[in-house]
Structure formats: structure tokens, C-alpha cells
């Protein structure tokens, strides 16, 4: 009986927490920012000031997550040919199995 009752103390407490983080929180954590990212970069291609906007985020963070998104090959440069070689942020087949299962796992999360 005693583990039980451990055991029911720890579960309430975990949902209490992932209640008041879900909830609470209006801060972005990482796993946000690189979603959003890779949200804005779904399509043909888009610029750095683009995804800067976008993703209301200043130069040197994004400069940050963009060396980390494109090591984990989450996105990929393209030179855009017709725009005068400017380079383009693209996301990458691997970057959209992410932002699936981020999104699923914001689905679960979020739905009792």
C-alpha cells in the first residue's frame, strides 16, 4: 500500500507540473524556437531576415540556431540563382519528420 500511495504522489506531482508548464509558461523554450523556425523555412526557401522576423528573433540567436539546424541537417542552404546567388533556408526531409513529431507530441500533451 505504501508504494502505492508513493507512487500516486509522484504521478499527481508530475501532472501538476506539466500542468503549470503547458499552462503557465509564456516563454519559448528551444525546442519552440527551432519548430518555429523550421515552420517559417517549409516551402521554396526563405532568407535570414526573413526567418529573423518571423520567428522574433535577433541576429546572433538566429545565427546560433541556424548552425545548429543545419549540423543536424534539419535544414539546408540553397544559393537562389535567380535572386543574384543570395543563400535560402530550406527545410529538409528530416526537418519535417521533426516538426511532425513535435507537433504530435504537442497534440498529446495538450489533449486529455
Known amino acids: 500500500m505504501k508504494g502505492e500511495g508513493e507512487a500516486r504522489f509522484w504521478r499527481d506531482m508530475i501532472m501538476v507540473t506539466l500542468e503549470k508548464t503547458l499552462s503557465v509558461s509564456k516563454h519559448r523554450d528551444r525546442l519552440d524556437i527551432i519548430a518555429d523556425i523550421l515552420n517559417a523555412a517549409n516551402g521554396k526557401g526563405v532568407r535570414k531576415t526573413y526567418l529573423m522576423y518571423k520567428c522574433n528573433l535577433s541576429f546572433k540567436q538566429l545565427k546560433n540556431y541556424l548552425g545548429f539546424l543545419l549540423q543536424k541537417e534539419l535544414l539546408k542552404q540553397v544559393i537562389a540563382h535567380k535572386s543574384g546567388g543570395v543563400t535560402l533556408f530550406q527545410i529538409t ?6 516538426l511532425k513529431t513535435y507537433k504530435n507530441l504537442q497534440n498529446f500533451l495538450t489533449t486529455s
Open 93 to 98: 526531409p528530416k526537418g519535417q519528420t521533426f
